[in-house]
């Protein structure tokens, strides 16, 4: 599996953007980037995923590095029901589940 | 809607008093798993269920049985529960796991308290 390194936290004020990153220097040239995000007291839920190119959906976008050693998963305007722990998992081809490692706590303040 | 369904979403039970945590997706997903979440071990993968009647076992399947008698529903049974299973879990599904662009939907969680 990929090792992943994301900060512990984050902090950001209401309506501000933020750019949660991630180091995934072990990636595989086949492996997408995943995010996830858990609330708090619930499942973790999907975010968003990519390949090589940048991708925009209506949660986030992120950020893929040429070299794909890194990503940024970006918030353009971060609300109170953002914060969440954050993870960014890159997914191995086959059977494999998705592996969470710590993740990082963003904490937005109104 | 669709979504993934578990219950109970609390329990507190006594060792040895054997439970089942059901879950239940509407979503025709092939793919089905239960999860743990911990403090500071993060989630880890406890079984998974490929398709009907074909299971397998995650990172730490000890302790836990399932059964895929349904495409639908995938229940989590302890036998013989222990204070050491004391956590939150978590059912998660997705269309097929071999499309490594498949999202995975989770459950609520559920609570469970060992005593």
Known sequence: DAKTTQPNSMESNEEEPVHLPCNHSTISGTDYIHWYRQLPSQGPEYVIHGLTSNVNNRMASLAIAEDRKSSTLILHRATLRDAAVYYCIPTNSGNTPLVFGKGTRLSVIA | ?115
């Open chain 2, 1 to 115: 809607e669709a979504q993934v369904t578990q219950n109970p979403r609390y329990l507190i039970t006594v060792t040895g008093k054997k439970l089942t945590v059901t879950c239940s997706q509407n979503m025709n997903h092939e793919y089905m798993s239960w999860y743990r979440q911990d403090p500071g071990l993060g989630l880890r993968q406890i079984y998974y269920s490929m398709n009907v009647e074909v299971t397998d076992k995650g990172d730490v399947p000890e302790g836990y049985k399932v059964s895929r008698k349904e495409k639908r529903n995938f229940p989590l049974i302890l036998e013989s529960p222990s204070p050491n299973q004391t956590s939150l879990y978590f059912c998660a599904s997705s269309f097929q796991i071999r499309a490594r662009t498949d999202t995975q939907y989770f459950g609520p969680g559920t609570r469970l308290t060992v005593l």
